[in-house]
């Protein structure tokens, strides 16, 4: 058990017999009221957003979750599978628990799983990948003074905006947590 002084974005509550991951926590005072902590969580099950006020000095359930380092080996459907790189054992993940994180997987890559127990929660990205570009339009000479962003289709699958001047088989850096062009890798 903790309070609500505990609560850091990635901790990991109970809260209406959910397992929830706290993503933003904000003390606010507002003038002659109590002080209360505004928090933003996502439910690790459904990943729902929710919201709530806990009163400030409030009593919470925090869970211990456990995380591993796997390696990404293959995908069979709906279903991708990890590897242990300590014991090499083999573990199915549904794709549904990976989340939006999916579109940037490719094999052989390193991520980090957490646990409760011996249940999935869901993956953790590196915070940037490096992708080849496998279909765009071409670019143009003279693109590079401007902001303007088209298509591209990354080795994953995944669609990218990149500058006009990327072409197809150059490898770029796209940030994991919101999908953006961050920059282009030299080889």
């Known amino acids: 058990m903790g309070t609500t002084a505990d609560l850091r974005p990635g901790a990991f509550i109970r809260f209406n017999n959910e397992l929830c991951q706290v993503l933003e926590s904000q003390h606010r005072t507002p003038g002659n009221l109590r002080a209360f902590y505004q928090v933003k969580m996502r439910n690790t099950r459904s990943g729902k957003l ?5 009163r400030s000095g409030e009593s919470i359930e925090f869970v211990r979750v456990d995380k591993k380092q796997f390696q990404f080996l293959y995908r069979d459907g709906n279903t991708l599978y990890f590897m242990d790189q300590e014991t090499y ?9 990976v989340g939006e994180s999916v579109k940037f997987l490719k094999e052989n890559q390193d991520v980090f799983i957490n646990f409760e127990g011996d249940i999935v929660l869901g993956l953790e990205m590196p915070p940037s990948v490096s992708l080849r570009i496998v279909h765009t339009e071409p670019g143009v000479k003279g693109d590079t003074a401007t902001n303007v ?14 500058p006009l001047f990327i072409n197809e088989g150059d490898l770029i850096r796209v940030d994991t947590s919101n999908g953006a062009y961050m920059d282009r890798v030299k080889e």
Do not use: C, H, S, Y
């Open 50 to 54: 929710l919201e709530n006020r806990f």
């Open 89 to 97: 054992d083999q573990i199915p993940v549904n794709e549904e628990t």
């Open 149 to 162: 962003v088209k298509p591209a289709t990354v080795e994953t699958g995944a669609l990218v905006n990149v």
